[in-house]
């Protein structure tokens, strides 16, 4: 079987291959969650509009950029043409892919909860619809935040009326998915890194044995070298997560391999370890910086 290094080119076609088909999955999700209110509003517009330049810039995609240029027009009823072009080419590129297929399914769940949430505000058509996607089967099914944003959005829906705190509780779940919502940041959720609760309360001077694992892409340094000034301080880094680790430290942006299941399988097993009462503490890179740039 012929071995290649890891920057060889065929590798990245590879790469290139899986992460557009991940990518086209995320993106039919994200416009499925848009649309999901049964209507488009002004307030999903420019997050709409951004995720489709990044989806542009990173695909060349021929739909996002029909998006776009819709937009543009400026016409008196946009946002209304908008809904039926959403539609559309939600429905064309719906019949392209494999809805059987795990992986396709899990990363366009996770574009949906990110379309329902861009804007920051979640009514009550986005949470009937979210429960239904969340309730199909996929590979992500176990993940204690999935569980926990079902049942968020069952308790919500027992009086059929959202309340103020209820969409906030929602919303927070789902960025501990796919990351916070452009309502939130100004900025795509396109190759973000998900929100880490309560990491706030985690102490940050680690003892000398500790095991680490990281995971992501990092910012400060490479993750090679972010690894290497852990362990010079006398940390163990390992390469997967097993009943000795300590900590997962996740990079501050979603890595290439990753960026469209905004979750990852090590943070995905972490979870369930947690849930399974191993006292694995998940931190992010910008938790640990202070710690990484004295020793710099």
Not at 83 to 104: A, H, V, W, Y
Not at 155 to 167: N, Q, R, T
Not at 246 to 257: H, N
């Amino acid at each position: 079987m012929t071995k290649f290094d890891p920057g060889h080119r065929v590798l990245a076609r590879i790469h290139h291959k899986n992460n557009t088909s991940k990518g086209e999955c995320y993106f039919l999700g994200f416009i499925e969650g848009v649309i999901s209110n049964k209507r488009v509003d002004q307030t999903e517009l420019e997050p709409l509009l951004a995720e489709c330049e990044a989806f542009c810039q990173n695909f060349n995609d021929d739909d996002a950029r029909e998006i776009l240029v819709e937009a543009e027009q400026d016409h008196v009823d946009t946002v209304s043409e908008l809904l039926d072009l959403l539609s559309c080419i939600s429905d064309i590129r719906l019949k392209k892919i494999d809805e059987t297929c795990p992986i396709s399914s899990a990363n366009r769940l996770l574009g949906f909860c990110a379309g329902v949430a861009c804007d920051g505000v979640i009514t009550l058509n986005e949470t009937r619809a979210l429960l239904e996607r969340l309730n199909a089967p996929t590979d992500l099914d176990e993940d204690p935040r999935i569980k926990a944003l079902r049942n968020l959005c069952e308790e919500a829906l027992e009086d059929d009326l959202i309340e103020k705190d209820e969409e906030r509780e929602i919303a927070d779940c789902i960025s501990r998915l796919v990351g916070d919502s452009y309502g939130d940041t100004g900025i795509t959720v396109f190759g973000a890194a998900p929100v880490i609760e309560h990491e706030a309360s985690v102490p940050i001077t680690f003892a000398e044995g500790d095991t680490f694992v990281l995971t992501g892409k990092f910012d400060t340094c490479s993750r090679k070298e972010f690894g290497a000034f852990l362990s010079s301080s006398g940390m163990v880094e390992a390469k997967t997560l097993t009943m000795k680790s300590k900590y997962l430290i996740v990079g501050s942006e979603a890595a290439r391999d990753w960026r469209f299941a905004s979750l990852g399988r090590k943070m995905q097993k972490a979870f369930q370890m947690k849930e399974k009462g191993h006292p694995i503490q998940i931190i992010s890179e910008n938790h640990v910086r202070p710690l990484i740039e004295h020793l710099l």
